[in-house]
């Protein structure tokens, strides 16, 4: 792999790749979603992604390596896209964090409700205000076309998902914007080399040896979408490298900003790692039911609009 | 490793795992849901484990390994020892699928409900069914003391929370159950040996080494749970192999049956693996809604009444 090139990387990944299904229904839906709020009003669209990636070990899938990712993150900086006037395309990873879903208990259909009759369900008081957003809010972004949602699994769709999207985006120029939340696994097992069968165990240690993913966002920067606004993710464990290793991906990527997250405190504060220097974004801390996502995308949305201005000037 | 003990290496895979959270909590419920239902009533109590168990790549952790498993066979299962009057302990996966679940739409909020007012939700009429049953049913199982819900996410949670659980139930003895669904691991990460910080990526591939969980299910057998009846479970992608290990794993581990399943039939058709033979269990084809578990469950219950009073002749 370390004679080709980036671009044969990303062109080998693609080729060795199990086709998307129903990539028909998905680019229909997209292109509807795309023509309604860009030629119609002209709206700005938010491709934000969500949740961890998996790499399939086995062709017949059984066993896979999986990023830790609750889609938190995602679910409420779409919500919050949607409520500062935004188109949003939610690419994200099935069963994780829905938008307006947050506040629900985990087991919502044992906690939230009570039966009176046949066909109406009494919502346990406790949780009314959670449910009613839940399904009244998710509805009606959805029925105002503001909300499209697409679900991954595997690395291979998400990475397929996500050049369809920036492909169909790229004529809305600078008015889209790619929200890059997602962990996508870094490694994985290139198809042709995976095994067809579950690995057999009961014969000592397992040794596997996983080759890097390809990284995207240069291609997204440079050919799928070169002027859409783009911001990306950095998740570290470790507090002392994780600035730097913002910075270098800020200049490698060509993004327009970094958002720097460390494990531990995340749902506290972030770095918005950028040209014109890093700021900190913390939550209200006197407000209890105030989220990092709430002050991260004014922040976000500010920048988007000044980049807009300085593409048409 | 290889020069260990069996047993030698289940104390060391349990001197090594991280403590159970909240462990009095979960002993405490147990208890009172095994005296319950067996000192009152002398109910007959089965223990369903359901999911795929994570193994953790890291310790503050970010990446791992899993097992596929939609949760679908223990949630369905166990629909099938409560309508048996079975009292279960469903031991899950967190995020899989729940009993009395299994037929509602992946995105529920959005799909099955609609607002009359503040705290009224109506149920669209297509999902009146499957809507009533999840919630009634499952309320009523847990009302009455009939299911009793812990869930895991990684292989350390659920090792020992079995371990807790064959404990607690070793007292009720054959007309205890285990009935063994999950898709457990056989590979895993030593705690010890695991890396503190998220692995770094950018340097060419990825070797893991990954060391053998040590088999748990002969000291369930010899020492944990003696009496109880237990079944365990075989899937693999190759039908050709499949009768061969479950065969084998039938006389290493000294349980009741294997449920043999091939991952692309197992809704179709299943084969219980036993000392009296091998039967093939299939769904009834001309009823749309049977399911597997259905005549599986029968089956189970049969052996189970069998083996109890053989036990107490």
């Not at 009613?132 to 998902?161: N, S």
């Not at 990527?253 to 506290?268: D, F, I, P």
Request: aromatic residues 8%; neutral net charge.
């Amino acid at each position: 792999m370390s004679s080709m090139g980036e671009d044969e990387e990303v062109s080998s990944f693609f080729e060795s790749s199990p086709p998307l299904k129903k990539m028909e229904d998905i680019l229909q839906k997209l292109n509807g979603f795309i023509e309604h709020n860009s030629s119609g009003g002209g709206r700005r669209i938010v491709c934000v992604t969500s949740g961890g990636t998996t790499v399939p070990l086995e062709q017949r899938c059984v066993r896979y390596i999986d990023n830790f990712s609750s889609g938190n993150r995602g679910a409420a900086s779409t919500e919050n896209f949607v409520k500062a006037g935004y188109a949003v395309v939610f690419l994200y990873r099935s069963g994780t964090c829905q938008p307006y879903c947050r506040s629900l208990p985990d087991d919502p259909f044992l906690d939230c409700f009570q039966f009176l009759d046949n066909t109406n369900i009494q919502v346990h008081s406790s949780h009314v205000e959670a449910v009613k957003m839940a399904v009244m809010d998710q509805q009606a972004a959805v029925a105002e076309a503001r909300l499209l949602k697409l679900p991954f699994t595997t690395i291979y769709e998400y990475l397929q998902m996500l050049r369809l999207i920036a492909t169909a985006l790229k004529d809305v120029g600078p008015c889209s914007m790619f929200y890059l939340a997602a962990a996508v696994s870094d490694f994985y097992v290139p198809w042709n080399s995976m095994t067809e069968h579950k690995i057999e165990s009961g014969s000592g240690p397992l040794d596997i040896r996983l080759a890097q993913v390809p990284k995207m966002l240069s291609i997204l920067r440079t050919t799928w979408a070169p002027k859409a606004f783009c911001i990306s993710f950095k998740l570290e464990t470790d507090a002392k490298i994780l600035i730097d290793k913002a910075t270098k991906a800020l200049g490698k990527y060509k993004v327009h900003a970094v958002v720097a997250n460390e494990l531990s405190t995340r749902k506290e504060e972030v770095v918005v790692v950028s040209s014109s220097g890093n700021v900190v974004v913390r939550r209200d801390s006197d407000k209890p039911e105030s989220i990092v996502e709430d002050n991260l995308i004014r922040l976000i949305v500010d920048r988007h609009s000044t980049y807009i201005k300085e593409s048409h000037s």
